[in-house]
């Protein structure tokens, strides 16, 4: 599979946050060209602050390999990481991160700050940026709207 697949399955997952009222973000974990974790976010039904995709695949993908460190592990994630997921993806050591849009707001791979190459810690996690952009902005904002409307 190429990057662009990948991250199309990754946005089936923020498909089903969207349909579970949660902010639509999904991702995916590879390695060795197979998908061992898939996630998306569940902080509104959960009521946890903690249950972003990223993280959810990245306790997925340690179940599976029974380890912490996810070295040779790739992630694609709808949206860029916020400062919490990115330090998980430089804590469980994951080799790249593909993201699909990014979020100026609280956005922690290159939007507001880039935790993952702007600072000195003993792991570097790899990025590439806009893998299916036009995709994941337009689930973002369908489903904004879709909120705004819905409160009329």
Request: net charge positive; aromatic share 8%.
């Amino acid at each position: 599979m190429n990057k662009e697949e990948y991250m199309k399955i990754a946005l089936k997952e923020a498909e089903k946050a969207y349909k579970e009222l949660e902010v639509p973000v999904g991702a995916i974990i590879v390695k060795d060209n197979k998908i061992i974790a898939r996630a998306y976010n569940e902080k509104e039904g959960k009521h946890d602050a903690t249950k972003h995709a990223e993280i959810l695949a990245i306790q997925k993908a340690s179940k599976k390999l029974k380890t912490w460190r996810l070295y040779d592990c790739d992630m694609y994630v709808t949206l860029e990481p916020c400062s919490m997921c990115a330090g998980a993806l430089i804590q469980s050591r994951i080799r790249k991160v593909y993201i699909g849009t990014m979020d100026e707001k609280t956005g922690s791979c290159g939007s507001v700050l880039n935790l993952l190459e702007d600072y000195k810690f003993n792991h570097k996690v790899e990025i590439e940026y806009g893998i299916c952009k036009e995709e994941c902005e337009k689930i973002l904002k369908d489903f904004f709207k879709y909120l705004r409307e819905s409160k009329k």
